[in-house]
Structure formats: structure tokens, C-alpha cells
């Protein structure tokens, strides 16, 4: 498709971060409108660093298309052809077509999918200078989402400057909030203010909640695809058959009316946000810990150990669900209903999502999934120990992961291997772990934490050998 094609035809949302999380979420929304009659939107997308190469050539010699697998928890498969992706950019590490989409007036939503870790951010929300990537970037690059989209912003407002909304779509609490201000910092170090104070008046960062397990298709969905549809699907992309998103409706160059197909448009996303980060996503984490610790290869095999699913219950039961939905600050979810219903949605067997993708970014998924819970427990003088277990495995995990007998690569935005090594040298790796202020933020040396993990960690060496 000509680049006129993909900008000359009603809006277009840019989307950064062409995985297969977008293609089983955003996109599928879109399609879905665009399908009840509205197809004055589309999107283009693409990726900022190389590592999806084969699963866009596919696309792009699909014209962007490709099906989507459902499955529920009975097993009932779903097949849909998605099209709402009108245009997928080659990867170029120059991205001189997506900033040429992202300026363009045609463009007013730029959305994006980077991980939690894609935001390097530490416990007091500023950016963490110490990764590479992000270093390069203060020099002038284009590795991160900050780099990126300060070469896109730069192009739009050199073109006139249309205002354009940046939503985020990854699993971090505040997300649009906390990017939007590691995005001004960012500017502001690399000494662009003109354009700092140009993205403060022409850009909006509405926060987000976005939730479907979507695994990495494994090698047996083309062939699904294809007896059930017909089709030689070379992107096809899974995903169970639950979705939600939640959007703050703060858009400052329109949208679509994401209302019509099932999206929630609310004035805040925090206690949808807050239950979700807290019960899907820290629980979910905590599954693949501890699958993994147990030799288990996916999800739904930890969920049918009674151990690891008592655990994961005792931990929302105990401590989340009381510090979310409390006297002064009711939550307007039923938080008892949603744990028994993710729990159900992790057990489903068909989905066969991996230990190795869940497991993944631990260092950023402790401060932001976990470490609020323990906050707010100690506050009020309540027991930690259920939600201790999930740091407690996670530095069990560590200790495989530095030992190199892990059954799979681990792979961490945040924390390399060698660090991991530094801190099981130290004299009392528990006690170094406790302290470590990029992991539990203001509880870093607390005693009670320290305490309350050295009991924890038995319980975690019990639980592993069986």
C-alpha cells in the first residue's frame, strides 16, 4: 500500500510496537468499528528496534491483514480477519517513515506498546539514565519510545504543530501520566525546551488499562488457521477470549468511538487499573515464578498445582483485595469476583501461555505490581506475608536465573545477569536483596520487610522441592 493510501483516507492512529499484543487488542477494537460501519480510522504500524522481521515481512505481504484465534476457557475456537491495520512500516533504525506518518495532520493518536520496562523509570518516576539505550538516546538517538517520539514530535511541530494524543497501552500504573513525564524530562535533559514547551500544550497522555493474555503464537496456529479458514496465514496471532480496555477520555485531536465496540471511556482509570496491575498482573507473575521453580513449562500447568493456586489466591484474599476496597475508599469493583474469574482465566489450558513470556521484566514488575501492596499493608499494621511470597519467588528465580540453570532465557529490560551475580556474592543475598531501592522503592531496608521475607523464602524453598 502507497504511503498515500495509508495517510490520505480519514485518520490514522500511528501505532509503536507491532507485537502481538496490539494485533489481539487495539487492533482488533478498531476492526470492530470499522466493521459496525465507521472506517474513518485506521492504523499504521510499526516497530522501533529489529526483532520482529519475519512476522512483518508476513504482514506486509498480507496487506496488513491477518487472523486472529480466540479460545475460551471450555476450548471454543474463534477465527476473525482483522483489517484495520492499513499500512505496516518496515523496520528502518533511521524510522523516517514513522515520522513521516506521526507528523502528518492525518495522524492524531499516536499509541504504543514498549513493555513496562520500555519507560525506564524508577521508584521516584525519573528516568533511569543507566540503560544504554537510553543513553544513547539523551545523545541525540532514536532507541527508546522517549527518542522516538521526540524525532516524531519534533517533525509535527516543525510542520505546524497539530496536536496529537499519545496513549499508552502497556501494563504500568498511571501509564499515560508516568510517560508523560519521563517524556518531559527527557526533553528537558536533552535540552530541547522549544519542543518540551511545544508537547506540553499540543499533546494529551490519557492513562489506560488494557487486558487479554495474549502468548507468543506458537508453531501450531498456522495450521489451525488454515483448516479452520482456509487461509495460509503467515502472522496469524492467538489470544484467549477475553478483552477489556478501559481509556481515560482525554483526547485532544478527537477519536474513534471506541464506545461502540465495548472500549470503557471513564474520567479515571485508577481502580480499574489498580485491581487489574495488582490481581491479574502481579498474580500472573507470580504463577510463572513459580511454575517455573517447579519445572512447569506453562501457565495453566502451575494453576492445576494446588499449592501455587492457593498461593495466588491467599495473596489477593489477604492483602489486595483489603487495600483496595476499603471503609473510606470503596472500590466500585467486585474484587472477589474478579480474582475468581482471572484465576479461571489463567487455569485455561488452551491458551498454553509460557512461564518464559510471563516471567520476563521482573525488575520492573516488582516496584509496579508489587511493592504497592506491601506498602499499604504495613501502613495499616497488617501481616505481609502472603504478598511476600511473590518477591520471595522471584528471588528464588533470580538465584536459578544467576546460577544458569534456568529451562529457558530469562530476559530483563532493567537488570543484567552480572547484577544479579553482585548481589548473590554479597554476605547475605536476602538482606542485599531487600535493600535494593530500584526493586522496593521506599520499603529498601525496612526491617519489617526483611522479616516478613526470611519467612517467605523458607516457605518458598519448602514449596519448590514438592
Not at 519542543?195 to 506540553?200: C, F, G, S, V
Not at 477489556?244 to 472500549?263: C, H, K, L, N, S
Not at 491479574?280 to 519445572?295: D, E, I, P, Q, Y
Amino acid at each position: 500500500m502507497s504511503a498515500a493510501a495509508a495517510t490520505g483516507a480519514g485518520n490514522t492512529i500511528l501505532h509503536i510496537g507491532l507485537g502481538s499484543f496490539h494485533r489481539a487488542h487495539q487492533a482488533v477494537y478498531l476492526h470492530h468499528l470499522r466493521e459496525a460501519g465507521d472506517r474513518s480510522w485506521q492504523i499504521v504500524a510499526g516497530n522501533i528496534r529489529d526483532d520482529m522481521a519475519e512476522t512483518l515481512a508476513a504482514l506486509i505481504a498480507q496487506g496488513g491483514g491477518y487472523t486472529l484465534e480466540t479460545v475460551s476457557p471450555a476450548g471454543e475456537r474463534r477465527y476473525e480477519r482483522i483489517g484495520s491495520i492499513r499500512e505496516v512500516v518496515p523496520f528502518d533504525p533511521r524510522l523516517a517513515r514513522l515520522i513521516e506518518v506521526g507528523a502528518a495532520a492525518e495522524t492524531r493518536i499516536v499509541s504504543f506498546t514498549v513493555t513496562e520496562a520500555g519507560y525506564y523509570l524508577d521508584a521516584r518516576d525519573r528516568l533511569d539514565a543507566a540503560n544504554a539505550s537510553l543513553r544513547a538516546d539523551l545523545e541525540g538517538g532514536a532507541l527508546t519510545i522517549y527518542g522516538a517520539l521526540a524525532a516524531i514530535l519534533g517533525a509535527r511541530a516543525a510542520r505546524g504543530g497539530a496536536p496529537v494524543t499519545l496513549l499508552n497501552c502497556d501494563n504500568l500504573r498511571s501509564n499515560g501520566a508516568r510517560f508523560r513525564t519521563g517524556l518531559l524530562e527527557f526533553l528537558d535533559r536533552r535540552g530541547e525546551t522549544s519542543l518540551r514547551d511545544w508537547a506540553i500544550a499540543h499533546t494529551s497522555c490519557p492513562s489506560a488499562m488494557v487486558d487479554r493474555i495474549t502468548p507468543r503464537p506458537s508453531a501450531d496456529v498456522e495450521p489451525r488457521v488454515l483448516a479452520a479458514t482456509g487461509i495460509a496465514d503467515r502472522a496469524p496471532v492467538m489470544a484467549e477470549s477475553f478483552i477489556q480496555w478501559v481509556i481515560e477520555d482525554r483526547f485532544v485531536a478527537g477519536r474513534p468511538a471506541w464506545e461502540r465496540v465495548g472500549v470503557e471511556m471513564v474520567g479515571s482509570v485508577h481502580a480499574h487499573e489498580e485491581a487489574k496491575i495488582r490481581i491479574l498482573n502481579a498474580t500472573h507473575s507470580c504463577v510463572a515464578w513459580a511454575g517455573t521453580l517447579r519445572g512447569l513449562s506453562f501457565i495453566h500447568e502451575g494453576m492445576a498445582v494446588p499449592a501455587i493456586r492457593a498461593m495466588a489466591h491467599d495473596y489477593v484474599t489477604d492483602d489486595v483485595i483489603p487495600s483496595l476496597d476499603t471503609p473510606t475508599r470503596p472500590s466500585p469493583i467486585d474484587l472477589g469476583r474478579y480474582r475468581d474469574i482471572v484465576l479461571e482465566r489463567f487455569g485455561n489450558p488452551w491458551v498454553r501461555d509460557t512461564n518464559q513470556r510471563v516471567a520476563m521484566d521482573g525488575y520492573a514488575k516488582i516496584p509496579g505490581f508489587v511493592v504497592p501492596t506491601l506498602v499499604e499493608c504495613l501502613a495499616r499494621g497488617a501481616a505481609i506475608d502472603s504478598t511476600a511470597m511473590l518477591p520471595a519467588l522471584f528471588f528464588a528465580f533470580l538465584d536459578r536465573w544467576r546460577r544458569g540453570t534456568l529451562p529457558y532465557e530469562y530476559e530483563d529490560g532493567v537488570m543484567a545477569a552480572d547484577t544479579a551475580r553482585a548481589l548473590f556474592a554479597a554476605s547475605d543475598p536476602l538482606a542485599a536483596f531487600c535493600a535494593d531501592r530500584t526493586l522496593f522503592g521506599p520499603l529498601a531496608g525496612d526491617p519489617r520487610l526483611l522479616d516478613a521475607m526470611r519467612g517467605a523464602e523458607q516457605r518458598v524453598r519448602h514449596f519448590v522441592a514438592g
